[in-house]
């Protein structure tokens, strides 16, 4: 009798009380796992960008109404977007320039998709300010391009620097053209 006491005891059988336990052990651990994700999956998400934000991360510009030689600007992400329909002399100039002669060489066939649309961020890479050349009254600068007034960039009719201190040609975002009248940006 002895030994029915001590079985009773360590959980009815021999070997059933180390599985009970065991199974207490993992139940625990489980519910503390589905517990954690619970707590740690409303923080994760909210780290997540919001809808309005989404919403700014791509734009959709018809660039149907833009005649040849007309440039316009468009918001993209808070920043200014050069759209330029561009004349044949403006991609003749663009394509005549030796890229090696660049301060930053790159031509003009890897920064237009289309010869006659070039889409650029608006942001002179020097300091960040806005060059002129958007309005027929701008100066162009001295290549037919842009100019930043601020420190001097002269940009030429592919928003390549070509003279100034700025170190960088002006940035090409992502686009794709949706048909013939559709840019979408971003």
């Known amino acids: 009798m002895a030994d029915s006491a001590d079985t ?7 070997d059933g009380g180390e599985n009970r336990r065991d199974f ?3 139940a625990t651990a489980a519910m503390g796992a589905v517990g954690a994700g619970a707590v740690a999956w409303p923080i994760i998400d909210s780290m997540n960008p919001s809808a309005d934000v989404l919403a700014l991360s791509s734009i959709e510009v018809d660039i149907s109404p833009i005649e040849v030689g007309q440039r316009v600007t468009v918001t993209w ?3 200014p977007v050069f759209i330029d329909h561009r ?3 403006q991609i003749d100039a663009a394509t005549a320039v ?3 002669d660049l301060i930053d060489p790159q031509s003009d066939e890897e920064r237009a998709q289309k010869p006659e649309w070039l889409i650029l961020v608006g942001v002179c890479t020097h300091l960040g300010c806005v060059p002129l050349g958007q309005k027929a009254s701008d100066s162009h600068g001295e290549f037919g391009g842009w100019f930043c007034p601020c420190h001097g960039s002269h940009y030429d009719t592919s928003g390549r620097i070509r003279k100034g201190p700025a170190p960088k040609n002006l940035t090409v975002p992502l686009y794709d053209f949706l048909d013939d009248s559709t840019v979408k940006i971003g």
């Open 8 to 14: 009773a005891a360590s959980g009815g059988q021999a």
């Open 24 to 26: 207490l052990y993992l």
């Open 77 to 79: 992400r808070g920043k």
């Open 87 to 89: 004349t044949s002399e």
């Open 98 to 100: 030796p890229v090696a």
